[in-house]
């Protein structure tokens, strides 16, 4: 039994200690679509995805400036075209970025990954159990990463590990049971709502601040310069600020205590 399983046993002791391997469909390593002969390739209606794209709730996202990407192979992008659910994470260097692919109209074309990505694929009666969810919230877990970083060995002669998708497969994970999933699945969103809140108030308050830095660093003759109109537009200003600034905190307050 490895560290993590017996840490797991005893974390849960009702539920059955199963692999990744066990609740998905498939786990591979991205590979690169422009492969082959120039003339061989002619599909390029698609998107090529970098975990430096990540929104708020863990979705990957296409920037704005995503560069045009050149003709693909057609028989590769069969294979390798994304699908809901599918999480990425990635192979080389410390494990830390983590994503999961949206729905399909969040995209405008067909969207793949790059060649430094593992990829987790669910079925689609995987799907409708929650099991990506589950899946993706548990790889983020410390002691999960503190086990994929100090116990699955390097594939690499360097200190940069790359981790492979047969490693993956065999990381042990919790079955947890329909009933207490969905419990679960709940409070991880609850939670995820309340912290993304969070940080909303907390990015507010900073900004907030940053304006009464710069009031504090007004010197008297540019507050004696101004006539009066200027005087009264700026404590207008200031004290709706002020006002939010104070309201800032309640507003978390309650937040917390809606969704708790």
Same mark, same amino acid.
């Given at each position: 039994?490895?560290?993590?399983?017996?840490?797991?046993?005893?974390?849960?002791?009702?539920?059955?200690?199963?692999?990744?391997?066990?609740? =998905? +469909?498939?786990i591979s390593m991205v590979s690169n679509v422009r492969v082959g002969r120039k003339e061989n390739r002619g599909f390029t209606n698609y998107d090529e995805l970098s975990l430096s794209n990540i929104d708020?709730?863990?979705?990957?996202?296409?920037?704005?400036?995503?560069?045009?990407?050149e003709p693909a192979s057609n028989g590769v992008m069969n294979a390798q075209s994304l699908n809901y659910g599918d999480i990425l994470m990635v192979q080389r260097g410390k494990t830390g970025k983590i994503?999961?692919?949206?729905?399909?109209?969040?995209?405008?074309?067909?969207?793949?990954?790059?060649?430094?990505?593992?990829?987790?694929?669910? +079925?689609?009666?995987?799907?409708?159990?929650?099991?990506?969810?589950?899946?993706?919230?548990?790889?983020?877990?410390?002691?999960?990463?503190?086990?994929?970083?100090?116990?699955?060995? @390097?594939?690499?002669?360097?200190?940069?590990?790359?981790?492979?998708? =047969?490693?993956?497969?065999?990381?042990?994970?919790?079955?947890?049971?329909?009933?207490?999933?969905?419990?679960?699945?709940?409070?991880? @969103?609850?939670?995820?709502?309340?912290?993304?809140?969070?940080?909303?108030?907390?990015?507010?308050?900073?900004?907030?601040?940053?304006?009464?830095?710069?009031?504090?660093?007004?010197?008297?003759?540019?507050?004696?310069?101004?006539?009066?109109?200027?005087?009264?537009?700026?404590?207008?200003?200031?004290?709706?600020?002020?006002?939010?600034?104070?309201?800032?905190?309640?507003?978390?307050?309650?937040?917390?205590?809606?969704?708790?």
């Open positions: 039994m490895n560290p993590l399983e017996e840490l797991l046993s005893k974390k849960f002791p009702k539920s059955q200690i199963v692999t990744l391997e066990y609740i =998905t +469909s498939k708020r709730y863990g979705f990957i996202y296409i920037s704005d400036t995503a560069k045009i990407q994503a999961m692919v949206n729905k399909k109209e969040f995209y405008k074309k067909i969207i793949v990954g790059n060649n430094s990505m593992l990829r987790l694929q669910f +079925s689609q009666q995987q799907l409708e159990a929650h099991f990506h969810h589950l899946v993706f919230h548990y790889l983020q877990l410390p002691f999960v990463k503190e086990y994929i970083e100090s116990y699955i060995p @390097s594939s690499s002669s360097y200190d940069r590990k790359i981790l492979n998708s =047969t490693a993956l497969s065999e990381i042990p994970i919790p079955f947890i049971k329909n009933e207490d999933r969905d419990l679960l699945l709940n409070f991880l @969103s609850t939670r995820q709502h309340i912290l993304l809140q969070a940080d909303e108030i907390q990015n507010n308050i900073e900004k907030l601040l940053l304006q009464y830095k710069d009031l504090q660093n007004n010197t008297l003759d540019d507050i004696f310069n101004c006539n009066t109109n200027q005087c009264s537009n700026t404590l207008d200003s200031d004290m709706k600020s002020l006002e939010t600034l104070i309201g800032v905190n309640d507003k978390l307050v309650e937040a917390i205590k809606d969704d708790i």
